[in-house]
């Protein structure tokens, strides 16, 4: 007869239970607060909106500082991100490409500081390599190139990822590889310019904690949350977002000298 009774209060307990749980289900989509619990979005955007998103993204490359920050808050709050730790591990695992910082800082990649000479940065790109979960490796490359010199910047760190998607970088070593024999003073001289044209950020990550607000198959937003360069934002692309840019970039022009072409009358 107890087992009876307690079976059949089990059963009250179940019900009332699942009606209940019932109730929040229906109640998810006006409730902002418990689907950021299921995500950490504050929900989550439709087709059209990832395309308008992605869209976004691929703007923030050729936007105006002025108009940058605003298009980045936008890309931000509008993101879904990735809702777990290994999840990040393996969207960010690869190949990037720097594209623009804000605050802007120092010069953009490829643009040429002056002193006794032009240094001119080529291209800044990182890779990520997961080690362990929770734990990887992070190799930024600079390549650079001066009046009869060239070469690379390599820059080594580990990083950690928390349960809330931060990375903390901690830079292992730095290699400034040059393809000629030059002087210890023309070194530091090329590593002063380099600091010059390069956001501090990406040329120093030790001890920098960095959040992606934004991550999709070709372009990636971050953000520093630490107590070092907090505030200091980053737009990198996929290489093969870059090889696509250029494409696109050919076939107008080609479309375009084919409409002037059809416009020009064939000579008598």
């Known amino acids: 007869m107890a087992r009876a009774v307690l079976h059949q ?5 179940l019900c009332w239970w699942l009606a209940t749980a019932a109730c929040a289900l229906r109640l998810v989509p006006g409730r902002p607060a418990l689907r950021s619990r299921l995500s950490t979005a504050a929900r989550w955007p ?26 980045m808050d936008e890309l931000s709050q509008g ?9 990040l591990e ?31 940065v ?8 997961t080690a362990a979960p929770g734990y990887g490796d ?14 690379t910047l390599l820059v080594r760190a580990n990083y950690t990822v928390s349960a809330d998607g931060q990375l903390a970088f901690r830079r292992t070593g730095a290699e400034l590889e040059i393809g000629t024999d030059v002087t210890t003073d ?6 002063a310019r380099l600091h010059a044209q390069l956001p501090p950020a990406v040329l120093d990550p030790d001890g920098c904690v960095k959040g992606v607000e934004y991550l999709d198959h070709e372009y990636m937003l971050a953000a520093y949350s630490g107590a070092k360069h907090r505030g ?35 000579p008598a």
Do not use: I, K
């Open 186 to 191: 023309a070194a530091t001289a090329v590593m």
């Open 122 to 129: 080529t291209s800044v790109t990182s890779r990520y390599e």
């Open 232 to 266: 200091h934002r980053e737009v990198w692309r996929r290489p093969s977002a870059a090889r696509s840019d250029n494409n696109g970039a050919a076939g107008e022009a080609a479309a375009e000298s084919e409409s002037v072409a059809e416009d020009c009358p064939p």
């Open 90 to 120: 393996l969207a960010l695992s690869g190949d990037w490409e720097f594209v623009r910082e804000y605050p802007s800082v120092a010069a953009l990649p490829g643009a040429s500081v002056l002193v006794d000479g032009d240094v001119r």
């Open 9 to 13: 209060a089990t059963g009250l307990a």
């Open 138 to 151: 992070h190799a930024l490359r600079v390549q650079w190139e001066a009046e009869e010199l060239a070469g």
């Open 79 to 87: 993101a879904v991100r990735p809702v777990t730790p290994a999840f």
């Open 46 to 71: 439709t087709a059209p909106e990832t395309t308008a998103l992605a869209d976004l993204a691929r703007a923030l490359e050729h936007l105006a500082s002025e108009a940058l920050g605003p298009a």
